[in-house]
């Protein structure tokens, strides 16, 4: 596990936005897993940035994102669908046939879970996986309880979770209690884990993921697993981590140590 700590939502978004770019250079084809949320929006607006203003190239690129809510379709305002086009996608020359969200209007949810895992495999797998970490220390909507072993499904979304996405909604009352979503078994497969977090909101779940025991109390605790995670956190939302100043002093002495 990496961990990258620095003092603002800015830096850690930027940072982050240039292990994609270094990505998609060196593989033009590349794969990418995307998440939703408040959190990747910097990371997003900085690889536009890069599309706009270095000539960051998305044409060969296939994505994938995470989950998507039971009953929204993709022109719904609160959709991923919508909220994928609208931040990231219509500002970049991704070729829409290459973005893949799940659908939340299938009308056979089983099938279609096992049709994204095999389109997932059949594009290689995904090279780097983005991810944000709910308030109960969620990845995707693998909320407290899923399986750690779990694949592409229809979750019930926790009362937390909803009362956390209320805001985007304009009664809390609609608020989809069902999404389907990616697994943690099938996030576990990405190449990459690259992981933002940002604020204080954030502390616990983040200290319970990184330096708390493996547990599918908390599902993002599962990438102590994964050989390359990646945590782009900032201050506020590092604040919990007992061994903060470690992870500093090992980014700070990276650039001297040797390649092994
Ligand atoms: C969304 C997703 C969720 C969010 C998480 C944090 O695609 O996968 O796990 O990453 O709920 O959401 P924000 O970033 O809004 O705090």
Same mark, same amino acid.
């Given at each position: 596990m990496e961990v990258i700590i620095m003092d603002t939502y800015e830096e850690i978004s930027a940072a982050a936005a240039r292990v994609i770019a270094d990505l998609v250079h060196n593989k033009p084809d590349a794969v990418l897993g995307l998440a939703t949320g408040s959190t990747?929006?910097?990371?997003?607006? $900085?690889? !536009?940035?890069?599309?706009?203003?270095e000539g960051l190239n998305f044409s060969k690129v296939t994505t994938f994102n995470l989950d998507e809510y039971v009953g929204l379709t993709p022109d719904h305002p609160q959709s991923y669908h919508y909220f994928m086009n609208e931040n990231l996608f219509k500002? !970049? #020359?991704?070729? =829409?046939? #290459?973005? %893949?969200? =799940? &659908?939340?209007? +299938? *009308? *056979?949810?089983? &099938?279609?879970?096992?049709?994204? $895992?095999?389109? !997932?495999? $059949?594009? @290689? @797998?995904?090279?780097?996986?983005?991810?944000?970490? @709910? @308030?109960?220390? %969620?990845?995707?909507?693998?909320? =407290?309880?899923?399986?750690?072993? &779990?694949?592409?499904?229809?979750? +019930?979304?926790?009362k937390q979770t909803i009362d956390d996405n209320a805001r985007f909604f304009s009664r809390a009352e609609d608020v989809p209690v069902y999404a389907i979503t990616m697994g943690v078994g099938t996030i576990l497969e990405a190449e990459i884990c690259l992981l933002v977090a940002n604020g204080k909101g954030k502390a616990d779940a983040v200290a319970a993921a990184i330096e708390g025991p493996v547990s599918a109390a908390c599902t993002a605790s599962a990438l102590q697993l994964h050989p390359q995670a990646m945590y782009f956190i900032d201050e506020a939302a590092a604040s919990k981590l007992k061994m903060r100043d470690y992870y500093k002093w090992i980014q700070e002495k990276k650039p001297d140590a040797p390649n092994c």
């Open positions: 990747p929006l910097g990371l997003y607006k $900085e690889l !536009i940035r890069m599309h706009k203003k500002h !970049i #020359n991704v070729q =829409p046939q #290459n973005t %893949h969200v =799940p &659908s939340g209007t +299938t *009308d *056979d949810f089983f &099938s279609f879970c096992e049709w994204y $895992e095999d389109k !997932i495999e $059949e594009f @290689g @797998g995904i090279d780097i996986q983005v991810l944000g970490i @709910g @308030g109960d220390g %969620h990845i995707a909507f693998n909320e =407290p309880g899923s399986s750690l072993a &779990s694949r592409t499904r229809v979750k +019930t979304l926790a």
